[in-house]
């Protein structure tokens, strides 16, 4: 069977390779809006839904995991970003998705930034994203997304704060999260609470340990009480030490469920990218705006894993995000500690056949070091320094 999905994934990955030049000579939002509406058109019947299913999904018990309660037929995801209204959870099981992420969703509307805001960094295996959280809003999607039946995929709704004013107020902020996970609160099986937009007006003023104590008890008070899903918070990648401690001890003290590691990384501070193709050095970006995906992100957000599984042993859920582009790079963010993975810029430069080759290349990585599971893999090349080894590097660390 694993040896059909091969041949079946190279074929399509030769198509894929054929069609890409075409693909990117459309206007990279052009091309993003016109392949979402392919994929709803794929999954309006279930005609087209079975055929894609026999041409993109693959299936594996040793892929099946249980994270929080919830079950995932395989931990590869569709991350946040690409569909941000909710358009297109009939699909993506049949493209081998065990989960995806909806959204950011806004308690406002949100057109997003004006301009040109999505660019291809071809060379860097990036996309540089200066969107603004566009958005329908959280009113008008929960009410189409309400009651809808998401099948064997499991939906993240992920909430972002509306990007409509460059002035932060932090009771304001907290209501308009607030907002989007109460209107979503029988939708979907786990919420992540994204801090890191690194594209809005306001900045990222939750890195801000009284700003993020704040939010992280309303949700406690207004959002435990009305559902039992898990509660995710979403980091940037660019986040100094002390920043990201900052967070997760939060999330810890709050008793948040879990973190998704990282958003997008910015250009001043990122060295993985090849400077002369970001777009803002080209002219078409003002200078400091926008983020990247992919490649520039892939060892930052795994070295964020790497950390946060340790400083927590592995106490919060992790899902690693950020330049996953193989079985290999995927295998590397779970035995760092992940539980769980979300991708979208793989999509785009590798083609949607790579969801099925991710999982199969898991199966063998988990066989060749004799794991029956994913559970089993987690963490397991990012040893656990033993606790009065940890105690004392935590106080030479404050001491310096
Ligand atoms: C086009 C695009 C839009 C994105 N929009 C969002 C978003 O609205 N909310 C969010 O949390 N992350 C957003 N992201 C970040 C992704 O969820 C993810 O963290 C990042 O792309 C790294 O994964 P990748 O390298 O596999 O693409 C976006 C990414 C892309 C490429």
Known sequence: MSFIVAIRNFILKIMYRAMRPLIFLMDPEQAHYSLKKVGVVMGSNALFRGLTGLLFDYNHSSLETKVNGIKYRNPVGLSAGFDKDGELTKIYPSLGFGLAELGSFTGEVCPGNPGKRLFRMVKSKSIVVWYGLNNF??????????????????????????????????????????????????????????????????????????????????????????????????????????????????????????????????????????????????????????????????????????????????????????????AKDAYEKITSGANLLHMITTLIFDGPQNISEINRGLVKLLQEDGFSSIEEAVGSRNPLPILEIAAASDKAEAAA
Do not use: W
């Not at 309400?146 to 304001?172: C, H, M, W, Y």
């Not at 992540?192 to 594209?199: A, D, F």
């Not at 008793?255 to 993985?272: H, R």
């Open 137 to 326: 809003g959280a009113e008008k999607i929960s009410k189409r997304l309400a009651g809808v039946d998401f099948g064997r995929l499991v939906v993240g709704i992920n909430a972002a704060k509306s990007n409509v004013t460059p002035e932060f107020e932090l009771q304001e902020s907290i209501r308009d999260y607030l907002k989007t996970l109460t209107l979503f609160k029988d939708i979907g099986d786990y919420f992540t609470v994204n801090i890191s937009c690194p594209n809005t007006q306001d900045g990222e003023p939750f890195v801000d340990k009284d700003n993020l104590e704040a939010l992280l008890a309303a949700i406690n008070d207004s959002i435990r009480p009305i559902t039992n899903k898990p509660i995710y918070i979403k980091l940037a990648a660019d986040l100094n030490i002390d920043e990201i401690n900052i967070i997760i001890d939060g999330c810890v003290k709050f008793n948040m469920d879990g973190v998704v590691l990282t958003n997008l990384a910015k250009p001043d501070v990122n060295q993985e990218h090849i400077a002369a193709e970001y777009p803002s050095n080209l002219g078409l970006l003002p200078k400091g705006k926008g983020a990247m995906s992919g490649l520039p992100l892939q060892r930052i957000s795994t070295d964020v894993v790497r950390h946060v599984y340790r400083r927590t042993r592995g106490s919060l859920t992790i899902i690693g995000v950020g330049g996953i582009f193989s």
